[in-house]
Structures are given as structure tokens and as C-alpha cells.
Nanobody, 115 residues
Framework: QVQLVESGGGLVQAGGSLRLSCAVSGSIFSIRAMGWYRQAPGKQRDLVATVIRGGSTNYADSVKGRFTISRDNAKNTVYLQMNSLKPEDTAVYYC?????????WGQGTQVTVSS
């Protein structure tokens, strides 16, 4: 069974940066789209960024211009570079495919942004 392992989260001050990684235990080469999601306490899990196999990307309005998603098919890893972080970015971040989700959810990585 393919596993997703997210890492790179932590505590950072507003305005700071973090780089998240999502290691996939299987090949992502044939997967058309991978995404990063986030879930804040008491809220639903939302899609924040998508990267297509050819490299094109899409972002939620709330992170556009601040976050950059990328993928390395050779390393089976998806990244999320997060700059100019805001307290409202605080959440657990997960990666997966788009719906229908191809993989079971990983444990996520906690991002906490202090004001």
C-alpha cells in the first residue's frame, strides 16, 4: 500500500517561511495531479495548491503569490514552499492526489504561525 509522509512543518513567526515535503512510497510519475491540502481546527480540509504532471500549477486565492508547489517525479516527492506566512495559515498540511483520492491520508505536518 502506498504511503504518504509529510514533513517540514513547525512553528514560525508571521512573515517567515517553511518548505514542506511529501514523500510518496510509490511512483508518482503517472499521476496527473498532486495537491497540498490543509485543515485548521474545527474546519474542513481544503485544497490549497495543485501541480500537474507537466508542471503547471494552481493555487487557492488565499495562498496565491505566497506559496509554490512543485514535484520531483524522480524522487516521488511533492514540495510546498510557503513564504510570507500568516497566522491564518496555521493548520495541519497534507498531500494527496485530487478527488477521487488515490491514497490513504498521511499523518500530515503541523504548521503554526505566530503573530
Amino acid at each position: 500500500q502506498v504511503q504518504l509522509v509529510e514533513s517540514g512543518g513547525g512553528l514560525v513567526q508571521a512573515g517567515g517561511s517553511l518548505r514542506l515535503s511529501c514523500a510518496v512510497s510509490g511512483s508518482i510519475f503517472s499521476i496527473r495531479a498532486m495537491g497540498w491540502y490543509r485543515q485548521a481546527p474545527g474546519k474542513q480540509r481544503d485544497l490549497v495548491a495543485t501541480v500537474i504532471r507537466g508542471g503547471s500549477t494552481n493555487y487557492a486565492d488565499s495562498v496565491k503569490g505566497r506559496f509554490t508547489i512543485s514535484r520531483d517525479n524522480a524522487k516521488n516527492t511533492v514540495y510546498l514552499q510557503m513564504n510570507s506566512l500568516k497566522p491564518e495559515d496555521t493548520a495541519v498540511y497534507y498531500c494527496n492526489t485530487l478527488r477521487p483520492y488515490a491514497f490513504a491520508w498521511g499523518q500530515g505536518t503541523q504548521v503554526t504561525v505566530s503573530s
